[in-house]
């Protein structure tokens, strides 16, 4: 009797909602590969007397604990019928971190959507970079912030003048998403600029957006070769770079004293960086036939720099907007197209063929693990840039930003100024909706409210329960919703 009593007061198993994959991260390959060849990778980089620095070890390690209800999570219950689930806690993690990449570009780009970026014709502006010098941004964090700064006044000169404004008369402005990744994992730090299409009328109340007609061929050609020049120009003369007898001005010496040195020029030029076959090219799978080389339609080249400014959204395309903006915030592993091969090695499959018709590449364990490590930024640089009029202390930030917070906003009274709400994270209920359409705020069986009643960090306690459930019986507990952000993002 005493046991039927107990099981009547058993909360009824939880739902999950219709279209939700549960998050089992020690099932993908990627956390299966790290698990396996982290320690040795770890080894073979203290044998070569270049250990990973911290913040590189940070990242491998904290991934491990990604997910797994073993290292802390959240308890939900329905305030109803108190169906209760179990949500893992996440890394965090900048690098390579499928789930918390995820997580990050779902966040960045409603923030982008509903609070930066007016409703006004955006453009994007891309701007890739020569081998040498994403090496020299990839080990300078004070190089890339000088670089942004030249590319941003270029272009954003180019609009002004379009617009028929001086720098007094009007302002414009641009969010910068700098990516570190290319589709073969390589290390690629390029920059994805969501730009105005045009420039703001600063002396006027409100401030009066005036549009610009689309770059022409010839203009993108001029402002690539301006780019390239005055980076050359103001790189040199601060000794960071120096001009060689053909003025090709990006040849570059690596430092020897930085442990990730090796391991970000390998990545840059597509070469193995640890084991035997260390400095020769990455295998490649050509699997499609080669097509030949013809110029880009849009694209301007010059001197190993490319700018490319063909796609547009108009102020009422939000939707677009903030698929462009997942777009350019996306994490850089897709664990989708990551397989083994009957050999052992892994096979990473291209999200588009090469021209050379090359689909996949191929590397060891240990070298894929090298790969992960080169896209692991360095701590406080940061990946997201505001410029003009979306710049922090900007003049007409306010007036312009659907959120309306800073300055130009017409609130004069300083008290009110100070209690402006400010942008709150949004939590895994919420990413999961806005991004999937998955509702989870209500309760799949009874329709109560959800709610996060409990953070459960403590090694014991964690223990303790874990083990409670496994002998209840109540095994899809253990299946957690995802890996999901510590509770006071959540909360």
């Known amino acids: 009797m005493a046991s039927e009593r107990a099981a009547s007061r058993r909360a009824p198993p939880f739902i ?43 990242e491998f390690e904290r991934y491990l604990k990604c997910g797994r209800l073993e290292h802390g999570f959240l308890r939900v219950r329905c305030e109803s019928c108190h169906a209760e689930k179990l949500v893992a806690f996440s890394c965090k993690g900048r690098g390579f971190c499928p789930s918390c990449g995820a997580r990050r570009m779902a966040e960045s780009a409603a923030l982008l959507a509903d609070e930066v970026l007016p ?24 190089a890339l912030t000088r670089v ?25 402005g641009a969010v910068t998403l700098i990516q570190r990744f290319g589709s073969a994992l390589n290390l690629n730090i390029h920059f994805h600029m969501l730009f105005l299409d045009g420039a703001y009328l600063a002396l006027t109340r409100p401030p009066v957006f005036r549009c610009v007609a689309p770059p022409t061929e010839g203009e993108l050609q001029a402002l690539v070769q301006r780019i390239a020049e005055r980076i050359g120009r103001t790189l040199e003369r601060v000794g960071l770079l120096e001009r060689d007898v053909e003025q090709s001005y990006l040849a570059l010496e690596a430092e020897a004293g930085s442990p990730m040195a090796d391991l970000l020029g390998h990545s840059i030029t597509y070469r193995v960086a640890v084991g035997p076959r260390a400095g020769q090219k990455v295998f490649a799978l050509q699997t499609v036939p080669a097509q030949a080389d013809e110029a880009k339609q849009g694209v301007a080249q010059y001197a190993g720099f490319s700018l490319h400014a063909g796609t547009v959204v ?32 892994v096979r990473y499959r291209l999200k588009t063929a090469y021209r050379d018709g090359t689909t996949h ?10 790969r992960l490590a080169a896209l692991v930024p360095p701590p406080r640089v940061h990946l997201t840039r505001y410029h003009g009029v979306f710049a922090p ?43 999937f359409a998955i509702e989870i705020e209500q309760c799949r069986r009874c329709g109560g409210r959800l709610e996060v009643i409990a953070s459960i960090e403590e090694p014991a ?24 952000g510590p509770p006071p993002s959540l909360l």
């Open 16 to 58: 999950d909602p219709p279209g939700y994959a549960q998050h089992r991260p020690e099932q993908t390959l990627l956390y299966r590969l790290v698990e396996q060849h982290y320690s040795a990778f770890l080894a073979v980089r203290e044998a070569a007397g270049r250990p990973l620095p911290g913040y590189a070890q940070q």
């Open 314 to 345: 108009a102020g009422e395309q939000r939707e677009k907007l903030e698929r462009l903006a997942r777009y350019v915030t996306r994490p850089p592993v897709a664990v989708e197209r990551l397989t083994l091969t009957s050999q052992g090695q």
């Open 119 to 142: 409703p006004q014709p955006l453009r994007q502006w891309v701007l890739s970079l020569p081998f040498a010098l994403r090496f020299l941004l990839a080990t300078h964090p004070e």
């Open 148 to 172: 942004l700064g030249i590319v941003y006044r270029t272009i954003s000169s180019h609009l002004l003048r379009k617009a028929r404004l001086t720098r007094a008369q009007g302002a414009t």
């Open 461 to 484: 306690l964690i223990e303790r329960i874990l083990a409670h459930v496994r002998q209840r019986g109540e095994e899809d507990l253990l299946l957690p919703l995802g890996a999901r």
């Open 393 to 435: 202390h900007a003049a007409l930030r306010g007036a312009i930003t659907p959120a309306g917070r800073g300055q130009g906003s017409g609130n004069t009274d300083a008290a009110v100024e100070r209690v402006t709400p400010k942008h709150v994270a949004m939590s895994w209920m919420q990413r999961l909706k806005r991004v």
């Open 361 to 370: 590449v191929v590397f060891e364990p240990l070298d894929f693990l090298a």
